[in-house]
T-cell receptor, first 113, second 112 residues
């Protein structure tokens, strides 16, 4: 069964550094998403991406965040200047048709020190 | 704004017994409802969904969920629990948009 993959599985960075989290969605999917889960808290929506542009974003997704689909297979989340509170598990998801369930990757654990 | 509540942080059940994991939701339009399961060090795996039609939805691994519009609930059920069902379960809702809103999760512990 096709899967969403994410790299790295764990990223440690210093406060103020830029990080890029990478995702390879399922190949025929058209909608792409990033979610995050701070330890012990709910999974929170960050952003959705369709047709090479952001279709929806949450209030968490401020100017420090950006997404890109640079080459038709990868889908990246960039945090320009990380803060301690950005430490979380970041999940990528993709979707083919609008009413189906989103398929999630295994997540990248980001630790900001 | 849409929201999801999972009132139980943990549900304990003996293997072979039926299980229920509760979920209630709030959404302005017609709800699209989902259950996901998370095993340790794994991503969220899609279990089942309700979009429209029959209120009883069957999903993966023998799980089912019942949509109850009057009670705004979408409880997850399984007639006979397995130890391997032990995991973290998330209920989620969408309105017509893209954004999934998740509940806080319920840890299911199935004991032999």
């Amino acid at each position: 069964e096709p899967e969403v993959t994410q790299t790295p599985s764990h990223q440690v960075t210093q406060m103020g550094q830029e990080v890029i989290l990478r995702c390879v969605p399922i190949s025929n999917h058209l909608y792409f998403y990033w979610y995050r889960q701070i330890l012990g808290q709910k999974v929170e929506f960050l952003v959705s991406f369709y047709n090479n542009e952001i279709s929806e974003k949450s209030e968490i997704f401020d100017d420090q965040f950006s997404v890109e689909r640079p080459d038709g297979s990868n889908f990246t989340l960039k945090i320009r200047s990380t803060k301690l509170e950005d430490s979380a598990m970041y999940f990528c998801a993709s979707l083919n048709l609008g009413v189906q369930g989103q398929y999630f990757g295994p997540g990248t654990r980001l630790t900001v020190t | 704004a849409q929201s999801v509540a999972q009132p139980e942080d943990q549900v304990n059940v003996a293997e072979g017994n039926p299980l229920t994991v509760k979920c209630t939701y709030s959404v302005s339009g017609n709800p699209y409802l989902f259950w996901y399961v998370q095993y340790p060090n794994r991503g969220l795996q899609f279990l089942l969904k309700y979009i429209t039609g029959d209120n009883l939805v069957k999903g993966s691994y023998g799980f089912e969920a019942e949509f109850n519009k009057s009670q705004t609930s979408f409880h997850l059920k399984k007639p006979s629990a397995l130890v391997s069902d032990s995991a973290l379960y998330f209920c989620a809702v969408r309105d017509g948009g893209n954004m999934l809103t998740f509940g806080g999760g319920t840890r299911l512990m199935v004991k032999p």
